[in-house]
């Protein structure tokens, strides 16, 4: 079926530097997609959204972006700090608020 | 914190048994959806409660069914036991079931099937 996927399993970065984790998705009917954060111990947290008729939204620090035409999403942390290190995952919203998430990307910040 | 919690934090059962988790959401929150997150990968969705009915399915057998209550807490019930079946399972609150409303995750169970 179809299914909202990640590049990179693994990001480590040095605190202050920006990140960028990448997602492909293959629904291209899909229109709202949500990044989450799942810290250990937690569930999934909201970080921001988009809605198909958007190419960029900007939030505190992350940037979303979709390119629609090759069906993939970024996430984008500036200044990247300790307290980002965690699990990302892009999830596709689908009709009646039920998600479908990609396998998600572990980012570790090195102080 | 989210205002949405879950019940047990830890569970372990052996292959073949049944087991009941449970959620309650945050207040006022009428949608309840179940997600099932196994080690290392993204969660993938059960099912979804709305003011007590089943509003939707993911693909999982029947062996896996829910229950939303008049107070819109809600219970995962799981029978006869698999390993694969060993897993954290999340829900998450909205405050109804459209797109437009955020979904509000609560800490999970984390079972475990021996």
């Known amino acids: 079926g179809e299914s909202v996927g990640l590049h990179l399993p693994t990001l480590s970065v040095q605190e202050g530097d920006n990140s960028i984790i990448n997602c492909a998705y293959s629904n291209s009917a899909s229109d709202y997609f949500i990044w989450y954060k799942q810290e250990s111990g937690k569930g999934p947290q909201f970080i921001i959204d988009?809605?198909?008729?958007?190419d960029k939204r900007q939030g505190q620090r992350v940037t979303v972006l979709l390119n629609k035409t090759v069906k993939h999403l970024s996430l984008q942390i500036a200044a990247t700090q300790p307290g980002d290190s965690a699990v990302y995952f892009c999830?596709?919203?689908?009709?009646?608020?039920?998600?479908?998430f990609g396998g998600g990307t572990r980012l570790m910040v090195k102080p | 914190e989210t205002g949405v919690t879950q019940s047990p934090t830890h569970l372990i059962k052996t292959r073949g048994q049944q087991v009941t988790l449970r959620c309650s959401s945050q207040s006022g929150h009428n949608t309840v959806s179940w997600y099932q997150q196994a080690l290392g990968q993204g969660p993938q969705f059960i099912f979804q409660y709305y003011r007590e009915e089943e509003n939707g399915r993911g693909n999982f057998p029947p062996r896996f069914s829910g229950l939303q209550f008049p107070n819109y807490s809600s219970e995962l019930n799981v029978n006869a036991l698999e390993l694969d079946d060993s897993a954290l399972y999340l829900c998450a609150s909205s405050l109804e079931a459209g797109v437009d409303y955020e979904q509000y995750f609560g800490p999970g169970t984390r079972l475990t099937v021996t």
């Open positions: 988009i809605r198909s008729n958007m």
């Open positions: 999830a596709e919203n689908n009709a009646g608020n039920m998600l479908t």
